[in-house]
């Protein structure tokens, strides 16, 4: 009885750690938060005590610790989402593969390492975030245009907004013009003052519409 109590113990500590890795996730309003980070923390914790002592001598204590690390791809899998030509949910997946290690070495009584490994996790994504050239990545914007086809009209676009191509274009004829309406990522962020006035500047573009957030 007292041995388990100990376990337990390793467990709880799993799920502070879980919690401090989770806390940082939600300042940064990630999709898994607190509750996600503990609970995977717990549960590799409690799966490795189970590993480690639930069987007899001759079993291979080693298989269901194993499965861990696969399981928890699968829940990894269900944030990673494709959206507006960006993938969204990659570092908060490797954030929880990575804390199911954190409480795997808890429920091997692995105290250092567990903590080390949970100040260095939260560490790097503190300084991974700061807005420093090295770390900055590029976010790119969605805009919908309709414009009249003229000579360089075309080449004159792409040079406003930095792209070399156009997506989701349809072509339409009004009376004697050639109208294009098409989808467009770029790195620029236009402020709607600098739309209107690249509006304004260009009589052959119509409409310029942001939609990056749709």
């Known amino acids: 009885m007292i041995e388990q109590l100990y376990m337990l113990l390793d467990i709880a500590l799993a799920g502070f750690l879980g919690f401090l ?10 999709e898994a938060g607190i509750r996600t980070h503990t ?32 399981g928890i791809g699968f829940l990894g899998a269900g944030i990673i989402v494709y959206r507006q030509h960006e993938v969204k949910g990659l570092t908060t997946a490797a ?3 990575a804390s199911a290690g954190v409480g795997m070495a808890c429920g091997a009584s692995m105290y250092v390492i567990a903590v080390g490994a949970t100040v260095i996790l939260i560490g790097s ?33 792409k040079e406003i907004f930095g792209v070399d191509r156009f997506n989701h274009l349809i072509i339409e004829r009004q009376g004697e013009d050639i109208i294009y309406s098409a989808m467009l990522n770029t790195v620029k962020e ?18 310029i519409e942001r939609c990056d957030n749709d």
């Open 39 to 70: 609970i995977v923390c717990i549960g590799s914790a409690l799966l490795m005590v189970i590993s480690k002592y639930g069987f007899t001598a001759e079993a291979d204590s080693a298989r269901i610790a194993a499965q861990i690390v696969s």
């Open 125 to 157: 994504q503190v300084v991974f975030r700061l807005k420093i050239p090295p770390f900055r990545s590029k976010k790119s914007f969605s805009v919908k245009i309709r414009f009249r086809q003229e000579n360089e009209a075309n080449k004159r676009i």
């Open 190 to 207: 236009l402020s709607s003052t600098q739309l209107n006035n690249i509006i304004c500047s260009n009589d052959f573009i119509y409409s």
């Open 95 to 97: 954030g929880i593969w």
């Open 21 to 30: 890795i989770g806390l940082e996730r939600k300042l940064k309003m990630k």
